[in-house]
């Protein structure tokens, strides 16, 4: 093969991997506009509202677990990881604003949008692509009956709410971890300021910041899992390429995301 052809066979791999990047974007946006735009009929009926709660306690409440091991055991690894640096320096007790300032602001709403990418986000993935299988979908377009509206809206709200008030939960299991290990491990002045001190250097901004980053997450790991269920093709193989793809998909947007905020953020002094 000439070095021609093989230069241009990757600029054909590359523009095709760009056009199905930016067409997959466009599904999604289209797939949004069409929940926002059926949000208010789910809303304004009591089966729908009773869907986004089931969904809340199916999203949310079975995730509180794993969520909160999984938080304070990043907190438990902060303080030890954070106190040999700072000892030398005489500031081990700054261990607490650390903690705080990233948890709150950073891996609070990061780590939250992973665990759920994974419990929540495959499993909606699957149960839709499953639905297209057994052709559940065309069955409630012969009703007249708006898939969007009865499957995603619910999951996309659900999802939303859920992660934003997980991530308080995440936050602050990440603190508990930290005072934990400050009280056990490390010594006893940095647990005993622990809590003046994170609260002294904590603003509003820094909790503010992580809950919205969280409820972006929450829209995009719904989003991207309805979006994968609902362009199943090929029976059993298609539904477990949709629950892998959804997850790295969400955790690839995630970061990306994460990484947007962030430099807004340090932008406008956020």
Same mark, same amino acid.
């Given at each position: 093969?000439?070095?021609?052809?093989?230069?241009?066979?990757?600029?054909? @791999?590359?523009?095709?991997?760009?056009?199905?990047? !930016?067409?997959?974007?466009?599904?999604?946006? &289209?797939?949004?506009?069409?929940?926002?735009?059926?949000?208010?009929?789910?809303?304004?009926?009591?089966?729908?509202?009773?869907? !986004?709660?089931?969904?809340? @306690?199916?999203?949310?409440?079975?995730?509180?677990?794993?969520?909160?091991?999984?938080?304070?055991?990043?907190?438990?690894?902060?303080?030890?990881?954070?106190?040999?640096?700072?000892?030398?320096?005489?500031?081990?007790?700054?261990?607490?604003?650390?903690?705080?300032?990233?948890?709150?602001?950073? *891996?609070?709403? &990061?780590?939250?949008?992973?665990?759920?990418?994974?419990?929540?986000?495959?499993?909606?993935?699957?149960?839709?692509?499953?639905?297209?299988?057994?052709?559940?979908?065309?069955?409630?377009?012969?009703?007249?009956?708006?898939?969007?509206?009865?499957?995603?809206?619910?999951?996309?709200?659900?999802?939303?709410?859920?992660?934003?008030?997980?991530?308080?939960?995440?936050?602050?299991?990440?603190?508990?971890?930290?005072?934990?290990?400050?009280?056990? @491990?490390?010594?006893?002045?940095?647990?005993?300021?622990?809590?003046? *001190?994170?609260?002294?250097?904590? *603003?509003?901004?820094?909790?503010?910041?992580?809950?919205?980053?969280?409820?972006?997450?929450?829209?995009?790991?719904?989003?991207?899992?309805?979006?994968?269920?609902?362009? @199943?093709?090929?029976?059993?193989?298609?539904?477990?390429?949709?629950?892998?793809?959804?997850?790295?998909?969400? &955790?690839?947007?995630?970061?990306?995301?994460?990484?947007?905020?962030?430099?807004?953020?340090?932008?406008?002094?956020?």
């Amino acid at each position: 093969m000439s070095a021609g052809a093989g230069q241009r066979n990757f600029v054909e @791999v590359l523009g095709a991997r760009l056009i199905g990047s !930016i067409s997959y974007i466009g599904g999604m946006a &289209i797939l949004l506009t069409q929940a926002i735009g059926a949000s208010k009929a789910t809303l304004a009926r009591s089966s729908g509202r009773q869907a !986004i709660v089931g969904q809340m @306690v199916r999203v949310g409440v079975r995730s509180v677990g794993i969520v909160c091991l999984v938080q304070t055991f990043i907190g438990v690894i902060l303080a030890l990881q954070m106190a040999p640096p700072l000892e030398p320096l005489g500031q081990v007790h700054q261990i607490a604003t650390i903690i705080g300032i990233a948890g709150f602001r950073m *891996l609070g709403p &990061i780590l939250t949008g992973v665990i759920i990418s994974g419990f929540a986000g495959a499993s909606i993935a699957a149960e839709i692509g499953t639905m297209v299988v057994a052709e559940e979908i065309e069955a409630l377009r012969a009703h007249a009956l708006n898939p969007v509206r009865f499957l995603v809206v619910p999951r996309l709200l659900a999802t939303l709410v859920m992660m934003v008030l997980l991530t308080i939960i995440a936050n602050w299991m990440i603190a508990i971890g930290g005072y934990v290990t400050a009280l056990l @491990v490390l010594k006893p002045e940095v647990s005993a300021g622990y809590w003046a *001190l994170m609260q002294e250097n904590l *603003l509003l901004r820094d909790f503010y910041s992580g809950l919205i980053m969280a409820g972006v997450f929450g829209v995009l790991i719904s989003l991207i899992a309805c979006y994968e269920g609902l362009k @199943v093709r090929g029976g059993a193989e298609g539904v477990g390429r949709a629950t892998t793809m959804t997850v790295v998909y969400s &955790i690839v947007s995630i970061v990306l995301a994460a990484g947007v905020f962030t430099t807004i953020f340090y932008v406008f002094e956020f």
